[in-house]
């Protein structure tokens, strides 16, 4: 099998070099987005469209590559990631334009894609498959909301931050209930991830879950703050 496509011996480091220069690539292309947000305005349907399947065919493609590598496994293959889950709504939501789930979603899929990508829970490293669609995976889940805010003028409300912080909650419930019935970890709910992460600033488990939802709130408070500024202004 090609090198680029399943090699366990080249590991992921995190903050190597190939780690720093993804991050720095990520910078530039949300900054370029954003301060070229009004010339590509005119050609906003098919960049919200790509993303949306880029979002949605990204996670097939990792469906496909833990199969013929024999590393699927309903403990760990499922699509139950918080970012995961993300990035198939967002798609979603891209592709239809809701609104609900752009309120929901900005919260999520930002918070949990800028958490991914400085600390990604990930075993293999560059020039990989699973490392290119880890990152390019986050990238789109990052500028997926963005997208919605600086080329199609959505906007969020205080009450969406707490709508999301409630679906969030419900996510998390279902995902444990799944964790129990089939001895998982999805989104890390029984323990922390063996790389190193957030998680290892917030306590053992279980107290590390209720240090999160404080940690989350806090995160989705200053992703309020520009919108929060903003109406002050207006």
């Not at 199969?67 to 496994?73: A, E, G, I, L, P």
């Not at 444990?176 to 306590?203: C, E, H, Q, T, W």
Request: positive net charge.
């Amino acid at each position: 099998m090609y090198q680029w496509f399943y090699n366990p011996n080249v590991p992921f480091h995190m903050w190597e070099t190939t780690h720093l220069l993804t991050i720095a690539c990520i910078v530039v292309i949300v900054l370029c987005l954003f301060f070229f947000r009004k010339k590509l305005k005119p050609y906003r349907r098919v960049i919200r469209l790509s993303i949306g399947w880029m979002l949605i065919l990204s996670r097939l493609s990792l469906d496909i590559w833990y199969v013929t590598t024999d590393q699927w496994s309903i403990r760990s293959s499922l699509p139950l990631e918080l970012c995961s889950i993300a990035s198939l709504i967002c798609g979603i939501m891209l592709l239809t334009k809701n609104r609900h789930l752009f309120e929901v979603f900005y919260f999520i899929a930002i918070g949990g894609a800028i958490q991914a990508i400085l600390t990604p829970d990930l075993n293999f490293g560059f020039p990989q498959y699973r490392f290119l669609q880890f990152f390019f995976d986050h990238l789109l889940l990052f500028i997926s909301p963005l997208v919605m805010i600086w080329l199609y003028d959505y906007t969020i409300t205080r009450r969406s931050l707490f709508k999301s912080f409630i679906a969030l909650n419900l996510i998390a419930g279902v995902v444990f209930i799944v964790n129990i019935l089939f001895s998982a970890n999805y989104m890390f709910l029984r323990a922390k991830p063996s790389s190193g992460s957030l998680l290892d600033f917030l306590g053992p488990y279980p107290y590390y879950i209720l240090s999160l939802e404080f940690v989350a709130l806090t995160i989705f408070f200053i992703l309020y703050m520009p919108f929060m500024f903003s109406k002050k202004h207006e």
